[in-house]
Structure formats: C-alpha cells, structure tokens
DNA sequence: GGAGAACTACTCGGATAACCAGTGTCCGAGTTGTAAGGG
DNA sequence: CCCTTACAACTCGGACACTGGTTATCCGAGTAGTTCTCC
C-alpha cells in the first residue's frame, strides 16, 4: 500500500483540529510532520479530486477538511489515495489454455475471485466504520493535549 | 496484490484434484492455463518455501501439496506469495518534525496504525476461513463436471 | 540372460535482465494582500 | 484623505525525472529412467 495513505490520514486529523475556518497550507503540514513538500501536495490534491478536501489558491490559501470529521470514514481516505480498484484483479486465467475457449467451463462467476473479494470486503468494511471523528476522538482520550498542542503549533506558524 | 496470487490458489486446485499421489510438473500446469512457465515455477517455489506444496526432482518429478486440502486456507496461499508484512506498515510520522523528539507525544501506539491493523485482520480472518477443500467443494457444486474433466487432462497428458 | 555402469532426458532451483507503478522534484497559473500614485 | 491600479508574494496544480519491486527469462544442479556393455 502507498506511503501516502498514512500521511493523508494524519494530515486529515491535523485539518480537523486545526482547520477552524482557516486554510491550512501544504508547507505547514509538511513541516509538521518533517515530509516532502511537493510530494505531500500530490497527496492532499488527492483528497481534493475525491471531494474530502477543498483547496483555495494563492496567499491565506490552503486546504480544509469538505465535509464535517463525522462524514469522512477511513475509506474515504484510503479510496481517495489508493484508488477505488480491488486489490486482487481476477485475470479469469481459467477461462485461457485448452479449457478456456468452451463456453461449458463457464458455470458462474470465478469461485476464487468471489473469496477474495469477500476478503477485500469485510476490509473495507472495518475501514469504513471509522470515521475521522471517532479517530480523532480516540486520540483525545488517549493523549488529550495532543490536539491542542497541534491546534496551537498551527495557529502560532502562520 | 501480485498477479501470481490468483496463480496460486488456481494450482493449488487443480494439485488438489489432479495429485492423487502423483506429482505434477509446474510445464503441465503453466499449459493448462497458459501461463509464462518459468515465471509460475517461481511463485509455485514460494509455495514450497512456505511449507504448502512439496517438490520432486528429475523424471516424473513435479508438484503435491505438503498437506491436505482441509489444512490450507486462502491466507496461508496468499502468505506465502505475498509475504507476512502488512500491507500497511506504520512509519511513525507523529514521532517526526518539530513535534517528534518530546518524550511526551508517544503516548501508546499509534491510532491510526491500530485502526488500519484492525482492518486488515478482518481481511486476514477473512481468508483464513477459506480452506482449499471448501472452496474445491464449492467449484464441483457450482459445476461438477470440472474437477473431473481437470483431473482427465492432466492424467492424459503425461 | 542378468547385473552394472554410463548416458540421456527431464525437473526443480536460484541467479540474472526488462518493465512499470510509486516516489520525488520542478516550474507555471491563479489569487490575494499591499503599496504606490493620482485626484 | 480616499480611490484606483499596478505589483509582488504566496499557494495550488499539473508536467517532468528517478527508484524499488514486480514481471519475466535463462541456465545450472540433481535425479530417474533407459540403454549399452560385459560377465
């Protein structure tokens, strides 16, 4: 998987906490967390393609959360950088070779793609029943001057 | 995910159906579904690395399965080609950037590590619960007809 | 005719290149705040 | 003093190189079956 999915879900907490109607540029998050400018960019424009994040150009610009932390599952978040393809791509590799042209050995869908998909889809599942918010409120019951001191890091560099 | 995945677990089935004591070379199942041979010689090597299938040299040499079809689930196959690393792996970013040497920001582990492993033991339980036998059992309900007439071919082409 | 040895063909196994997605970087388009200049 | 206008700085956005991993291929090590030779 991308090294960018871990660093879109951080930055995401990061907007919700210090996004309070402010934009938050790209260089501010990449100081933050010590990443790669114009890479980090890439990311984040991303997020703004899947309609997580909004951007808004030129001097206070920046990016900020589209929709409220409680909208945004972890999907979300790993769709926008990753892409909405499964994992596994079923070739259908039983349909080539000496069986693959009689229309006989096609009895259903492929059994094999079916499990994992199946697979996939209960990852998905478990990814999709976290939202930002909840993230964001664990964080705070396990270490509750964390957002805070982001809060204030982000607002102190402007 | 890697394309010899599907390779594998498609081998797999037909080691199981066409082994009845006999081992079969990794040319027979590249022809059966046209596969670039040494390429599947590779991944078929991973299985025996990971303990799923046995190798025989020389002559009359080939492929089995090292256990029986009850005893391999989906996630051992795709272990073994895929490797054990998850594939999302937790760089610690929080710990970077002006943020990251105080002793006090590394309170427990990481959150958005945990949520992420927690979605992918779902996947892995997921294809745990799949064994070669009951998705075997599944192809020759869905189509009976198969096994058999895989298990003709690689019989008659010795 | 039978036993032994050399040979041949066949298989796995790992070492070796080619290709592609992920990784990283750079510069241009657009926008906003600012400052200068004129009325 | 106030309005207009040009400027300058800052930000996103997409286009351009680089790198590690997957994909693909080849040749050598080892083994079983076969055949030839000798007793």
Same mark, same amino acid.
């Given at each position: 998987?991308?090294?960018?999915?871990?660093?879109?879900?951080?930055?995401?907490?990061?907007?919700?906490?210090?996004?309070?109607?402010?934009?938050?540029?790209?260089?501010?998050?990449?100081?933050?967390?010590?990443?790669?400018?114009?890479?980090?960019?890439?990311?984040? &424009?991303?997020?703004?393609?899947? +309609?997580?994040?909004? !951007? $808004?150009? =030129? #001097?206070?610009?920046?990016?900020?959360?589209? *929709? /409220?932390?409680?909208?945004?599952?972890?999907?979300?978040?790993?769709?926008?950088?990753?892409?909405?393809?499964?994992?596994?791509?079923?070739?259908?590799?039983? &349909?080539?070779?000496?069986?693959? +042209?009689?229309?006989? !050995? $096609?009895? =259903? #869908?492929?059994?094999?793609?079916?499990?994992? *998909? /199946?697979?996939?889809?209960?990852?998905?599942?478990?990814?999709?029943?976290?939202?930002?918010?909840?993230?964001?409120?664990?964080?705070?019951?396990?270490?509750?001057?964390?957002?805070?001191?982001?809060?204030?890091?982000?607002?102190?560099?402007?």
């Amino acid at each position: 998987m991308s090294r960018g999915v871990e660093w879109a879900v951080h930055c995401c907490l990061d907007l919700a906490w210090a996004g309070n109607g402010e934009a938050v540029p790209v260089s501010r998050l990449a100081a933050f967390y010590d990443l790669p400018v114009a890479y980090l960019n890439k990311q984040v &424009q991303a997020l703004v393609r899947a +309609g997580i994040a909004s !951007s $808004v150009s =030129g #001097p206070r610009g920046g990016f900020r959360l589209a *929709r /409220r932390p409680e909208r945004i599952s972890l999907l979300d978040v790993v769709t926008a950088i990753e892409g909405t393809e499964p994992a596994f791509r079923c070739a259908e590799i039983r &349909q080539q070779g000496p069986f693959g +042209g009689t229309p006989e !050995s $096609v009895t =259903g #869908p492929c059994l094999v793609d079916q499990a994992m *998909r /199946r697979a996939e889809l209960a990852w998905r599942r478990e990814l999709a029943a976290q939202t930002l918010a909840g993230l964001a409120e664990a964080v705070e019951r396990a270490a509750p001057d964390v957002p805070d001191r982001a809060r204030r890091w982000f607002d102190s560099h402007t």
